[in-house]
């Protein structure tokens, strides 16, 4: 039986982590590991616990989730996580993505929909909610290095096309024989040449260029 997702669930609200607990815990794919309400208490919980996914509140007591976020990927990078909040502004949800967080979920999602989400960025992909979308295009079509692209191998391009169609690393793997680990390491590497954190920064970037 495949062990099921281990989770931290991190929000100052009671009512509403619980809430989401419940929410989670109803499939059996899921396991709520611990639950925090400041963004110091996550940093130290995914140190201690290494879950799989941390879901995080952008609005906290003390360090907050954005800076939180920064210090879980940077001491565990490969602890997914997703930003779960109600802060709809541009400079939250980029700089979450920026902070190196897989995903941007509004609080508004439904149950089924959010443990929909919570499976495919466990899987290696990246989400934002569709209606921040056009928010995180606008940012992005701020002026680059016009040839930050040029700087991509030929097979390093093939790999941002994929990403680009939505692909997991294991179909991705699968579509250009390689090994999954390998394609990691073009993904970190596609990350590093263009000067972002996050795949789903890489593949706006990809689209904007029609890569």
């Known amino acids: 039986m495949t062990e099921p997702i281990r989770i931290l669930l991190v929000d100052d609200h009671p009512l509403l982590r619980e809430g989401v607990a419940h929410s989670l815990a109803v499939s059996p794919d899921f396991a709520v590991a611990a639950q925090a309400s400041s963004g110091e208490d996550a940093v130290i919980l995914a140190r201690e616990l290494r879950p799989d996914l941390v879901l995080l509140d952008v609005s906290m007591p003390g360090i907050g989730g954005i800076e939180a ?10 602890t997914r996580i997703v930003m779960l909040t109600v802060d709809e502004s541009d400079d939250s949800l980029m700089g979450a993505l920026r902070a190196g967080a897989h995903g941007y979920v509004l609080k508004g999602v439904s149950a089924i929909e959010l443990r929909a989400i919570v499976r495919r960025v466990a899987r290696g992909e990246a989400y934002v909610t569709p209606v921040l979308a056009a928010k995180m295009l606008t940012e992005l079509s701020r002026p680059r290095d ?3 692209l040029s700087d991509l191998t030929k097979r390093q391009i093939e790999v941002l096309e994929l990403l680009s169609q939505g692909r997991t690393n294991r179909e991705i793997s699968e579509a250009l024989h390689l090994a999954e680990k390998t394609v990691k390491h073009y993904i970190s590497s596609i990350l590093q040449k263009l000067h972002v954190r996050s795949r789903t920064e890489a593949v706006i970037i990809a689209l904007r260029r029609s890569v």
């Open 69 to 78: 976020a920064r210090l879980i990927a940077a001491d565990r990078p490969e």
């Open 146 to 148: 016009p040839d930050s």
